[in-house]
C-alpha cells in the first residue's frame, strides 16, 4: 500500500503536532502554576512589607515616648532581679532611720489568668518578699511612705511588729509582693 505524498505530509504535520502538544502542554500547565505561585508570593511580600513599615512607623512614634517608656520598665521590670531591690530596701530603710535585719523572697508565681482577663498578653510574675527592719514608728511610718511612692510596683501584704514601745527598737516584719514581666 502507498500513501500519497501530500497525505503522507499531512499526516507528519498533524502526528507533529500531536506530539510537540502532549510534550508541551504539561510544560505549559506548570507553567501557569509557576505564574501563580510567584503571584502569591509578590502578594504575600507586599504584605510583609506593609507590615514591617507599620513596626517601623510605631517604633519612630514610641521614641516620642521613651521617657514616659523607661518609668513603666522600672516600674514593671523584665524580671524581678531581687540584688536591685534589696539594695533599694537598704538604702530606703537607712534613709529614714531603721536597720535592715532581714531580707528573704519567696517563690515567683505567675499571674497568668488575672492579666490575661484585663488584657495583657504576656505573663506578669509575683515575688514575694520578707524583710525584717528595726527602728522607731515614725521611722517606719515614713520608710512606708518612701515604698508606696517609688517608681517600682510593691505591693505591702502584710505587716507585723514585735516588741513595745518602751523597749527600743521594734521589729517590722513586712511581707511585700513585686511584679515583673
Same mark, same amino acid.
Given at each position: 500500500?502507498?500513501?500519497?505524498?501530500?497525505? =503522507?505530509? $499531512?499526516?507528519?504535520?498533524?502526528?507533529?503536532?500531536?506530539?510537540?502538544?502532549?510534550?508541551?502542554?504539561?510544560?505549559? +500547565?506548570?507553567?501557569?502554576? !509557576?505564574?501563580?505561585?510567584?503571584?502569591?508570593?509578590?502578594?504575600? &511580600? +507586599?504584605?510583609?512589607?506593609?507590615?514591617?513599615?507599620?513596626?517601623?512607623?510605631?517604633?519612630?512614634?514610641?521614641?516620642?515616648?521613651?521617657?514616659?517608656?523607661?518609668?513603666?520598665?522600672?516600674? &514593671?521590670?523584665?524580671?524581678?532581679?531581687?540584688?536591685?531591690?534589696?539594695?533599694?530596701?537598704?538604702? =530606703?530603710?537607712?534613709?529614714?532611720?531603721? /536597720? !535592715?535585719?532581714?531580707?528573704?523572697?519567696?517563690?515567683?508565681?505567675?499571674?497568668?489568668?488575672?492579666?490575661?482577663?484585663?488584657?495583657?498578653?504576656?505573663?506578669?510574675?509575683?515575688?514575694?518578699?520578707? !524583710?525584717? /527592719?528595726?527602728?522607731?514608728?515614725? =521611722?517606719?511610718?515614713?520608710?512606708?511612705?518612701?515604698?508606696?511612692?517609688? =517608681?517600682?510596683? $510593691?505591693?505591702?501584704?502584710?505587716?507585723?511588729?514585735?516588741?513595745?514601745?518602751?523597749?527600743?527598737? $521594734?521589729?517590722?516584719?513586712?511581707?511585700?509582693? /513585686?511584679?515583673?514581666?
Amino acid at each position: 500500500m502507498t500513501i500519497s505524498r501530500p497525505l =503522507a505530509i $499531512i499526516i507528519g504535520l498533524c502526528l507533529t503536532l500531536l506530539l510537540v502538544a502532549g510534550f508541551s502542554l504539561p510544560k505549559y +500547565q506548570n507553567l501557569k502554576l !509557576l505564574q501563580l505561585k510567584v503571584k502569591e508570593k509578590e502578594v504575600e &511580600l +507586599q504584605t510583609e512589607r506593609k507590615y514591617f513599615s507599620e513596626i517601623d512607623e510605631a517604633k519612630e512614634k514610641l521614641k516620642k515616648f521613651e521617657q514616659e517608656l523607661s518609668k513603666i520598665n522600672s516600674a &514593671l521590670p523584665p524580671d524581678p532581679y531581687l540584688p536591685s531591690l534589696g539594695n533599694f530596701l537598704q538604702i =530606703a530603710a537607712s534613709q529614714n532611720g531603721l /536597720v !535592715l535585719k532581714k531580707i528573704t523572697s519567696s517563690s515567683t508565681n505567675p499571674l497568668k489568668e488575672e492579666f490575661i482577663k484585663k488584657g495583657f498578653s504576656s505573663e506578669i510574675k509575683e515575688t514575694g518578699v520578707n !524583710l525584717t /527592719v528595726a527602728g522607731d514608728y515614725p =521611722a517606719f511610718k515614713n520608710f512606708l511612705y518612701n515604698l508606696e511612692k517609688t =517608681a517600682r510596683l $510593691i505591693e505591702i501584704e502584710s505587716i507585723s511588729f514585735s516588741g513595745s514601745e518602751k523597749e527600743a527598737p $521594734i521589729d517590722f516584719n513586712l511581707k511585700i509582693k /513585686v511584679y515583673s514581666y
